[in-house]
């Protein structure tokens, strides 16, 4: 056996073991030196195409089973609960109801709640349930709720906030979108009218310009629109 085709045995074995690093290693290596023959470079240029592949599947997340995402939804930790409610949201949900239900009725963390709120309404599911949410109960069914993505005043207030800020002050747009979108998740299960959606903008205008000090593009904003304050208070 010739000295290429030890090296290519290796590389294979390290395979075999799943040592994918290491495998990696040694094929860098001999690409590295100053003299590779034509056909020994052709197959370690395709074990490092294979290599990358097997090394992004590896770092793939591991899909939780249905058992183990409920199991997390029970945690007490924040964190752990958003990561079964991102789980749990991919999954028809009327096959977990009286889970959710009582989880709900739990005082769960709100943030969390919120997002699984909008996921039972996107699959318009029809079953009542209760959220203890800060204290108070809200029972809705959840084919009668409005998904964020599909309320009126969000998507006013989403263009508005591209017209008064995108060109502009586009970092302080970005930071708008994403307190927008909060300001929607935790509004939940109540959704935005059409109509509250220019005074739903300004508000996170406001806020957002607060946070980063940046009061004189308010100001601009109520001048250009000709308000002085909006209307609507978030909670």
Do not use: C
Request: aromatic share 10%; glycine share 6%; proline share 5%.
């Amino acid at each position: 056996m010739s000295y290429y085709e030890e090296i290519l045995e290796e590389i294979e074995e390290k395979i075999r073991q799943k040592k994918y690093e290491e495998a990696l290693a040694a094929v860098n290596h001999e690409l590295g030196m100053p003299y590779v023959p034509s056909d020994f470079e052709k197959s370690l240029r395709k074990y490092k195409k294979d290599l990358a592949f097997l090394m992004s599947e590896k770092e793939k997340p591991r899909e939780l089973s249905a058992d183990q995402l409920l199991g997390l939804l029970e945690s007490d930790k924040p964190e752990a609960q958003l990561a079964a409610v991102s789980g749990l949201a991919k999954r028809d949900l009327r096959e977990f109801v009286p889970e959710i239900q009582k989880w709900l009725e739990d005082k769960p963390y709100p943030e969390a709640a919120a997002y699984l709120v909008d996921a039972i309404a996107v699959q318009r599911i029809g079953d009542d349930f209760t959220w203890n949410k800060n204290g108070v109960e809200y029972d809705f069914f959840g084919d009668g709720l409005t998904p964020v993505a599909e309320s009126g005043g969000v998507r006013k207030a989403v263009h508005l906030l591209q017209t008064w800020l995108e060109n502009d002050y586009p970092d302080l747009y970005e930071m708008t979108k994403m307190v927008l979108s909060h300001e929607a998740y935790m509004f939940l299960p109540l959704s935005y009218d059409e109509e509250e959606g220019e005074a739903l903008a300004l508000e996170v205008v406001k806020q957002v310009s607060d946070m980063m000090d940046a009061g004189e593009v308010y100001q601009k904003v109520l001048k250009e629109t000709g308000h002085s304050d909006p209307s609507v208070h978030l909670s």
